[in-house]
């Protein structure tokens, strides 16, 4: 089955600083990789995905990347802000029924 | 929409007990998903289901663990006998399946301490 690597497990910034968060998936059928962003106490949110077909996606200051040759993909987080501190979990899905695997987890703190 | 309701929010019960957690998707969509999460072993997929359907349990750690969905609007996942290893935060998801691109909409999650 499919199996995502995340890294790092934690990271501090400084405010206005970016943030880079990567995955490598190891099932090479795997076409959608969300991400999500996981508030404490809350349950996570799809923040941003991309799909097979896309090399790179953007939504104001986040963006995602995929590498499918090398089965990764990252996500980047400019100018960041304290209201960005949260766990982000990146995902990934071949299967047809939505079916998501997802890595551990990073634990990100922005220091104003 | 209200979004995905789970109840209770917060659950404490003492070993050996059963254990009733509901969810309740958000309306029209068909697929419904059940997660636990703990900081040992992250995000886990326990189960989950398509147009009240059993598509793959094969998270289920063992067989005191059972989920139902008797329609499109409620889902329950059981543990009995409960046990201390059990305590975690599990969580429902929720999506309208229309392919392999389908946003999961979690709801806020129900954290289980088994004593």
């Known amino acids: 089955g499919e199996n995502v690597e995340q890294h790092p497990s934690t990271l501090s910034v400084q405010e206005g600083d970016s943030a880079v968060i990567k995955c490598t998936y190891s099932?090479?059928?795997?076409?959608?990789f969300p991400w999500y962003k996981q508030e404490l106490g809350k349950g996570p949110q799809l923040i941003i995905d991309?799909?097979?077909?896309?090399g790179e996606k953007k939504d104001q200051r986040i963006a995602v990347t995929l590498n499918k040759t090398a089965k990764h993909f990252s996500l980047h987080i400019t100018e960041t802000q304290p209201e960005d501190s949260a766990v982000y979990f990146c995902a990934a899905s071949s299967d047809s029924w939505g079916k998501l695997q997802f890595g551990a987890g990073t634990q990100v703190v922005v220091t104003p | 929409d209200a979004g995905v309701i789970q109840s209770p929010r917060h659950e404490v019960t003492e070993m050996g007990q059963e254990v009733t957690l509901r969810c309740k998707p958000i309306s029209g969509h068909n697929s419904l998903f059940w997660y636990r999460q703990t900081m040992m072993r992250g995000l886990e997929l326990l189960i989950y289901f398509n147009n009240n359907v059993p598509i793959d349990d094969s998270g289920m750690p063992e067989d005191r663990f059972s989920a139902k969905m008797p329609n499109a609007s409620f889902s329950t996942l059981k543990i009995q006998p409960s046990e201390p290893r059990d305590s975690a935060v599990y969580f429902c998801a929720s999506s309208l399946n229309r392919g392999p691109y389908n946003e999961q909409f979690f709801g806020p999650g129900t954290r289980l301490t088994v004593l």
């Open positions: 991309i799909r097979s077909n896309v």
């Open positions: 099932d090479s059928a795997s076409n959608y």
